[in-house]
């Protein structure tokens, strides 16, 4: 057993990340000030306790409050947008190894004369009795390289609305802009999942503070556990652009289908998996346990 502690200090930097990986989720924070997008105000009246956040985001918001707004007021609505497409391509890898499946498939934005047209096509989601139903929303800061789901901080809100109070699924234009599942619904189901809906307030002209060409969407579990997430790249003439505010490069689309079928993110997260290298050291460290 004396040769543990020198072993350990010869683990791979990958056994290192999935020990890390390996622990246990994170814990709830209280937050009991205020947060722009999240709770950009606080709440009058009575002392206010604070709320419990999980990656940012409120755990248990209240219900839906006629009227609540965000502090810039309410969404614009968008119409005879440029018909371009933008596409979320899961990643191949999850997360948050805490589902034990990997969510493939990918979430797609059309523009038209009504908004944008968005078409969800997803595979291996969760036990939905376990895990769901799933939230899904467009945050406001794009997936990094390595896959950090938690890096995309909040929801894209421009009028700073926040998430104290659930949107109010009969007045979206007093909802966050990029609250997805909010406005529209969340996913109900495990396994397969084809739906789509059309989005009045999010918009595909790059000049609008509603575009969300090049962010991210983030798949969450029931109570806000981030599990996979993938940015939104332009669709055009068989390829996808990555859109990075100064410059781009296209890939192409795989061939076959007009919608084209999901690609491999290359900025994939590996939480939850030890890689070769991991594996490799974890047998060494069995031999002296």
Avoid: W
Wanted: with cysteine.
């Amino acid at each position: 057993m004396h040769h543990i502690p020198t072993l350990l200090t010869l683990l791979t930097p990958a056994l290192s990340q999935f020990l890390i990986d390996a622990g246990a989720p994170p814990s709830p924070i209280l937050l009991t000030t205020t947060k722009s997008g999240v709770l950009p105000i606080l709440p009058t009246g009575t002392p206010f306790p604070g709320v419990d956040t999980l990656e940012g985001a409120i755990i248990n918001p209240g219900p839906p409050l006629p009227g609540f707004t965000g502090l810039g007021g309410t969404a614009t609505a968008q119409s005879n947008l440029p018909s371009a497409t933008y596409r979320a391509t899961m990643p191949d890898t999850m997360f948050d190894g805490l589902v034990d499946t990997t969510v493939g498939g990918y979430i797609e934005g059309v523009g038209g004369p009504d908004g944008v047209r968005f078409n969800i096509n997803l595979t291996g989601l969760p036990d939905v009795a376990l895990y769901g139903p799933f939230p899904y929303h467009i945050h406001d800061v794009r997936v990094p390289a390595d896959g950090n789901c938690t890096a995309t901080l909040g929801h894209l809100d421009p009028t700073n609305r926040g998430e104290l109070h659930m949107c109010d699924t009969s007045a979206p234009e007093t909802c966050q802009v990029g609250d997805l599942a909010g406005k529209h619904g969340k996913i109900m189901a495990g396994g397969a999942v084809q739906m789509g809906f059309t989005d009045a307030y999010l918009s595909m002209d790059s000049g609008s503070e509603a575009f969300f060409g090049g962010l991210s969407i983030v798949l969450h579990t029931s109570n806000t556990t981030r599990i996979t997430c993938a940015n939104f790249k332009r669709v055009a003439g068989g390829n996808e652009t990555v859109v990075n505010g100064t410059a781009s490069m296209s890939m192409p689309v795989p061939s076959g289908t007009s919608t084209g079928g999901p690609q491999q993110y290359t900025g994939a997260a590996v939480k939850g998996e030890a890689g070769v290298g991991g594996v490799v050291a974890l047998g060494i460290l069995g031999l002296f346990l």
